[in-house]
Nanobody, 124 residues
């Protein structure tokens, strides 16, 4: 499975961005998908995850109510809509995939495939 993330950029605090992640090489609708982020000098952290099949979603507390993860199985694409962005959201955002769903979907070690990352910078 190959993942290609896009949509990052520079935005002012309070603004919005939508990240996309195009997947190829696998049966997309069966995969559990997620977004993680990594800020300079910090560990990679969970942002959001979405299950295949019923598209059940999970969010980190830091983004709940501001970010929305979604998927379009017909287009083999994962999305992350980010609203009301804050400077602390600045990071490289990675999309990721695994076969099936893990109850520990918040752990980056649970995922098999990773995109190259896209940089999001939020200015104050």
């Amino acid at each position: 499975v190959q993942l290609q993330a896009s949509g990052g950029g520079l935005v002012q605090a309070g603004g919005s961005l939508r990240l996309s992640c195009a997947a190829s090489g696998g049966t997309f609708r069966h995969y559990g998908m997620g977004w993680f982020r990594q800020a300079p000098g910090k560990e990679r952290e969970f942002v959001a995850a979405i299950r295949g099949g019923d598209s059940n979603t999970r969010y980190a507390d830091a983004v709940k109510g501001r970010f929305t993860i979604s998927r379009d199985n017909a287009k083999n694409t994962l999305y992350l809509q980010m609203n009301n962005l804050k400077p602390e959201d600045t990071a490289v955002y990675y999309c990721t995939a695994r076969g099936g769903w893990s109850v520990q979907h918040y752990r980056h070690s649970e995922y098999d495939y990773w995109g190259q990352g896209t940089l999001v910078t939020v200015s104050s």
